[in-house]
């Protein structure tokens, strides 16, 4: 299957500092990714949708200005915290799609980035 | 309500049993149904999808999606060690692809040698 790359994998990261998640679709071309958050035991939570070349649509709750996200081609989508605090730490899953409807299954998960925020 | 409800165990198995993992959901727009495999620190990795109702089965793998009760099934024949893992549901309408999944919180599965 295709697939996505996720970097990097873990970050440990002092309170305030802002960290980079990238999200790499690696012999596809992702039209659209996803950004999910997944606490223990927790279902994931989507974040925020991504197209390339415009701006992310955010779930409610979700505040644009701290999750940060940049989708400028169609093999990679950022995701920033900025000023990152303790409760911020999490699991972040980014997904990519390279298709809609009857293409199901054409979605694809990264391998995901823990961040702990000290 | 949660649009997706989901048992989230855990579940302990003994190796060779037959698993059966269960999801339920609200909103009838729903109309592809998958079944993602998460090993712990791992992203999420498709096992199967349906569309609409009906059955489909995969090697040891056979899903069920009953509309009319709003209930999906996943069941696992001669479960092994390495199904040993955090089994989420997922569902989305017709723009699949193009819209969110919702997924169901995980039921964690263990199968015990």
């Known amino acids: 299957g295709a697939v996505v790359s996720q970097h990097p994998s873990r970050v440990i990261c002092k309170s305030g500092t802002s960290v980079k998640i990238e999200c790499r679709s690696l012999?596809?071309?992702?039209?659209?990714m996803f950004w999910y958050r997944q606490f223990p035991k927790k279902s994931l939570m989507l974040m925020a949708t991504?197209?390339?070349?415009?701006?992310?649509?955010?779930e409610q709750g979700v505040e644009k200005d701290k999750f940060l996200i940049n989708h400028a081609s169609l093999t990679l989508s950022t995701l920033t915290v900025t000023s990152a605090h303790p409760e911020d730490s999490s699991f972040y899953i980014c997904?990519?799609?390279?298709?809609?409807?009857?293409?199901?299954?054409?979605?694809?998960f990264g391998e995901g980035s823990r961040l702990t925020v000290l | 309500q949660k649009e997706v409800e989901q048992d989230p165990g855990p579940l302990s198995v003994p190796e060779g049993a037959i698993v059966s993992l269960n999801c339920t959901y609200s909103?009838?727009?729903?109309?592809?149904f998958m079944w993602y495999r998460q090993y712990s620190r791992k992203g999420p990795e498709l096992l199967m999808y349906t569309y609409s109702s009906g059955n489909k089965e995969d090697g040891r793998f056979t899903a069920q999606v009953d509309k009319s009760s709003k209930y999906i099934s996943l069941f696992i024949r001669d479960s092994q060690p390495s199904d040993s893992a955090t089994y989420l549901c997922a569902m989305s309408g017709s723009n699949f692809g193009n819209e969110k999944l919702t997924f169901g919180t995980g039921t964690r599965l263990t199968i015990i040698p």
């Open positions: 991504s197209n390339e070349g415009s701006k992310a649509t955010y």
């Open positions: 909103n009838s727009a729903f109309q592809y």
């Open positions: 012999d596809f071309q992702a039209t659209t």
């Open positions: 997904s990519a799609t390279r298709g809609s409807g009857m293409n199901t299954g054409e979605l694809f």
